[in-house]
């Protein structure tokens, strides 16, 4: 099963959660692969990979796509082993910005789908980072992934976003992708004493909105887990914010494809 975690906002949480739900799925004991596709690099960092030997990287598979090259090295070269067992990341890179132009004119869109195709038989299951933006790499995984998670962080402008994020995936599944689906819009840094946040998520659950009954507490740990570049299911397998991951993963769809 292929997730990607998209939200054009930026700061919503989508590599918080890309990492802690990969986590704990590699917990549990599925092969897991991240891939990484924003220029910030923050899950690669998160997962301390930034020093990839070099050519390992997300954008040296794209890279491979447009140079001439008699051997061309499979997709599974590029997973890099974590710190945790059955974790595995594709590294994220800068370089992916001078890449993006010549990609998109030369209508490399599908070659991620290609390379995650069979990458599917290596992993039970796949995460994918994105950038906050629509982009190349975005929209590359949107047209390679099965499920999107949208991960909002209950502003208004979170809210406003919402419409326009889901006539575009449902336009990439009508043009693209038939199988992809939007399986839950994840409330993160809710403020379970505030009245706005519980408003906002009630309007969209009215709204018919997929969003996820768990919602994610606002939490130091959070940032105390990257600090320390540990998933928070290793770092604090039994605080609020980590059971609050879990539960979600739990509210995934692990039948299919897994
Ligand atoms: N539940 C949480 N509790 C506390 N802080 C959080 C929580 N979730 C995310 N954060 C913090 O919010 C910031 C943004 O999170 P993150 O980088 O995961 O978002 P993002 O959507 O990937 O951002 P970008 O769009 O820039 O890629 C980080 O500093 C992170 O520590
Ligand atoms: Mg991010």
């Given at each position: 099963?292929?997730?990607?975690?998209?939200?054009?906002?930026?700061?919503?949480?989508?590599?918080?959660?890309?990492?802690?739900?990969?986590?704990?799925?590699?917990?549990?004991?599925?092969?897991?692969?991240?891939?990484?596709?924003?220029?910030?690099?923050?899950?690669?960092?998160?997962?301390?990979?930034?020093?990839?030997?070099?050519?390992?990287t997300i954008a040296d598979l794209f890279e491979q796509t447009i140079t001439f090259h008699l051997?061309?090295?499979?997709?599974?070269?590029?997973?890099?082993?974590?710190?945790?067992?059955?974790?595995?990341?594709?590294?994220?890179?800068?370089?992916?910005?001078?890449?993006?132009?010549?990609?998109?004119?030369?209508h490399k869109i599908y070659k991620l789908r290609e390379a995650l195709e069979s990458l599917s038989?290596?992993?039970?299951?796949?995460?994918?980072?994105?950038?906050?933006?629509?982009?190349?790499?975005?929209?590359?995984?949107?047209?390679?992934?099965?499920?999107?998670?949208?991960?909002?962080?209950?502003?208004?402008?979170?809210?406003?976003?919402?419409?326009?994020?889901?006539?575009?995936?449902?336009?990439?599944?009508?043009?693209?992708?038939?199988?992809?689906?939007?399986?839950?819009?994840?409330?993160?840094?809710?403020?379970?004493?505030?009245?706005?946040?519980?408003?906002?998520?009630?309007?969209?659950?009215?709204?018919?909105?997929?969003?996820?009954?768990?919602?994610?507490?606002?939490?130091?740990?959070?940032?105390?887990?990257?600090?320390?570049?540990?998933?928070?299911?290793?770092?604090?397998?039994?605080?609020?914010?980590?059971?609050?991951?879990?539960?979600?993963?739990?509210?995934?769809?692990?039948?299919?494809?897994?």
């Amino acid at each position: 099963m292929i997730r990607v975690l998209f939200n054009k906002k930026g700061g919503v949480g989508k590599s918080s959660l890309t990492v802690n739900l990969a986590a704990i799925s590699a917990s549990q004991g599925y092969r897991t692969l991240i891939l990484d596709l924003d220029t910030q690099c923050n899950s690669t960092a998160y997962l301390d990979a930034l020093d990839a030997p070099a050519q390992s990287t997300i954008a040296d598979l794209f890279e491979q796509t447009i140079t001439f090259h008699l051997y061309r090295r499979p997709a599974i070269e590029y997973c890099q082993a974590t710190q945790m067992e059955n974790l595995f990341i594709i590294p994220g890179s800068e370089r992916l910005v001078e890449l993006e132009s010549e990609l998109h004119s030369r209508h490399k869109i599908y070659k991620l789908r290609e390379a995650l195709e069979s990458l599917s038989e290596e992993f039970d299951h796949i995460y994918i980072d994105t950038a906050p933006a629509l982009n190349f790499y975005s929209l590359s995984a949107l047209i390679a992934a099965d499920r999107c998670l949208i991960p909002i962080d209950c502003d208004d402008f979170a809210r406003q976003g919402l419409y326009s994020l889901q006539q575009k995936i449902a336009e990439i599944k009508e043009d693209h992708n038939p199988k992809l689906e939007i399986e839950g819009i994840i409330a993160n840094q809710f403020m379970a004493n505030a009245n706005l946040p519980k408003q906002i998520i009630d309007e969209l659950i009215e709204e018919g909105y997929p969003v996820l009954s768990e919602y994610i507490g606002q939490s130091v740990k959070m940032r105390e887990s990257h600090q320390a570049k540990k998933p928070l299911i290793t770092l604090a397998p039994k605080h609020k914010l980590t059971l609050s991951m879990v539960a979600i993963f739990n509210l995934l769809d692990h039948d299919k494809g897994a």
